[in-house]
C-alpha cells in the first residue's frame, strides 16, 4: 500500500477542554468531508502538536508515526 500524499484534519470537541484533532487519510470512513487537504509535511507539523492522534483504521498511525520523533500518537480513533 502507497502512503498517500495528503490527510486530513478533524477536530473533535470533548467536554470544557480544548478541542482535539485527529489526522486522517482523505478516504477514511471517519474523515469528515470537505476537510481541506494538508500535505505531508503540514500534516506532520499538525501530528507534533499536543492533542493530535493519528487515526489507526485508515492507516494514518502506521505512515506518519515512522515521520515523527519523539511522540506517542497512535490511537484507536
Same mark, same amino acid.
Given at each position: 500500500?502507497?502512503?498517500?500524499? =495528503? ?15 485527529? *489526522?486522517?487519510?482523505? =478516504? $477514511? ?7 481541506? #487537504?494538508?500535505?505531508? &509535511?503540514?500534516? *506532520? =507539523? ?5 492533542? !493530535? &492522534? #493519528? $487515526?489507526? *483504521? $485508515?492507516? $494514518?498511525? &502506521?505512515? #506518519? !508515526? ?8 497512535? !490511537?484507536?480513533?
Amino acid at each position: 500500500m502507497s502512503a498517500p500524499s =495528503d490527510w486530513v484534519l478533524a477536530k473533535v470537541r470533548e467536554g470544557r477542554g480544548p478541542a482535539r484533532g485527529v *489526522l486522517h487519510a482523505p =478516504d $477514511c470512513e471517519e474523515a469528515p468531508e470537505g476537510s481541506p #487537504l494538508l500535505d505531508v &509535511q503540514r500534516a *506532520l =507539523d499538525v501530528a507534533e502538536k499536543p492533542g !493530535t &492522534q #493519528l $487515526c489507526t *483504521l $485508515c492507516g $494514518c498511525a &502506521q505512515e #506518519l !508515526t515512522p515521520l515523527l520523533s519523539g511522540f506517542d500518537h497512535i !490511537t484507536d480513533s
